[in-house]
């Protein structure tokens, strides 16, 4: 597994992102992957979470109703839809692929990572 996420940028509040991570070795279909984030002076949190066949979505009660995850195995590619952003979102995501084909938010039960992509919302 060698993860690769991509998508971030500048946006306004109330605006939209939608982030990428994909598997260039195109070997994590069978992995639970998740999204992670860490904010100016703040710890890595937990953002979303999906199964290895797209099943049981999981998020953290600050992203609820605003951020959707989904995941295309064809394509080796898992997504993050951000709508609604706001500036307390603004942080760098990193996705990560986990050791079982089902996980949640715990950091630890995910050993692949990716390099992050930096997403900043302004006021």
């Known amino acids: 597994v060698q993860l690769q996420a991509s998508g971030g940028g500048f946006v306004q509040a109330g605006g939209s992102l939608r982030l990428s991570c994909t598997d260039s070795r195109r070997t994590f279909s069978n992995n639970a992957v998740a999204w992670f984030r860490r904010g100016p002076e703040k710890e890595r949190e937990f953002v979303a979470s999906?199964?290895?066949?797209?099943?049981?979505?999981a998020y953290a009660d600050s992203v609820k109703g605003r951020f959707t995850i989904s995941r295309d195995r064809g394509a080796s590619t898992v997504y993050l839809q951000m709508n609604s952003l706001m500036p307390e979102d603004t942080a760098v995501y990193y996705c990560?692929?986990?050791?079982?084909?089902?996980?949640?938010?715990?950091?630890?039960?995910?050993?692949?990572w990716g390099q992050g992509t930096l997403v900043t919302v302004s006021s």
């Open positions: 999906i199964s290895w066949n797209g099943g049981r979505p």
């Open positions: 990560a692929a986990a050791r079982s084909s089902i996980s949640g938010p715990d950091s630890a039960s995910y050993r692949y």
